[in-house]
């Protein structure tokens, strides 16, 4: 990866995880094979607190899709100050620290990892606190510190949108029945589409990331030639991970529903040289 594309594609990771942390709720969408108890040992709250903050009588009755509300401000912080995040399939241990602004150093001694143990999906990682050494940390990444009243955020959903007249032979990701503009800090299109429906590499090129970021659901970044990144965002599960090689027409993951919205969205952006490009003009081979 040359210098220039390593700094933009972390200057993205950065963006993209401090813009969509929302202060007036967080909300879980639950997946294959999640429980009540796991999701509240995910988010550090208490199981029965989770079941009562939801409403729910009978935890066997969670459903793939569902939407869960986390109560409290801060997803995952427990009283010692660490995290535990349950990992899923495209994560890294690199992905996972830099997503929390801890150092991978950290991250390993916290779990007493060797360098050469391999994460596998389902494993329990306990997560330490943000800095102390971390070469990012919340405030750099531009995300709000907790104010007076602990566990609770300042930021506030940044997303706004315009809707523009696009060419009807465009090919998306998805089949898009509507394709809105996000403007101010984040700029791209979001594309509705059906649940689950397959979400598409328009390029080929080498998958830089691929995991989950809070709020934006499963993305996949990919380094295309000429110096573009491609962001696909708001995948609910994600069939490639990092390093993969795709082609135009690779399925990247399944469409997942955006929780602020509540409809099946995907978050297009396309980067060459540090800055954004309507995604309607960006290469589709």
């Not at 009283?79 to 399939?89: D, K, L, T």
């Not at 529903?257 to 309607?280: G, T």
Request: net charge positive; with cysteine.
């Amino acid at each position: 990866m040359s210098h220039r594309c390593g700094v933009l594609y972390l200057f993205l990771i950065i963006f993209i995880s401090a813009a969509f942390i929302f202060a007036e709720e967080t909300v879980h969408i639950v997946q294959k094979g999640e429980t009540i108890y796991s999701i509240a040992r995910t988010y550090g709250v208490d199981n029965g607190e989770l079941m009562r903050f939801n409403g729910i009588t009978d935890a066997l009755k969670l459903q793939i899709g569902q939407r869960v509300k986390i109560p409290g401000g801060i997803p995952g912080k427990e009283a010692s100050g660490f995290i535990e995040y349950r990992v899923i399939r495209g994560d890294t241990l690199y992905s996972i620290a830099r997503h929390y602004a801890v150092t991978l150093q950290s991250l390993r001694a916290a779990n007493s990892l060797e360098n050469s143990y391999l994460l596998k999906e389902g494993d329990i990682l306990r997560i330490p606190p943000a800095g102390g050494g971390s070469a990012q940390t919340k405030e750099s990444a531009g995300v709000s510190s907790p104010g007076a009243a602990e566990g609770t955020l300042t930021v506030t959903d940044p997303r706004s949108t315009v809707v523009k007249t696009v060419d009807g032979s465009v090919r998306w990701p998805v089949a898009a029945k509507e394709v809105v503009y996000l403007t101010g800090k984040l700029y791209g299109v979001a594309l509705l589409g059906e649940r689950a429906e397959p979400v598409k590499s328009l390029t080929q090129g080498t998958v830089v990331s691929a995991g989950p970021y809070r709020g934006f659901g499963r993305v996949v970044i990919i380094q295309v030639s000429g110096g573009y990144l491609y962001v696909y965002g708001g995948c609910e599960s994600l069939s490639v991970k990092e390093g993969d090689r795709v082609v135009p027409g690779t399925e990247l993951g399944k469409l997942g529903i955006d929780a602020v919205s509540e409809k099946p969205q995907l978050f297009f952006l396309v980067y060459r040289s540090n800055a954004p490009i309507d995604p309607a003009k960006a290469p589709r081979a």
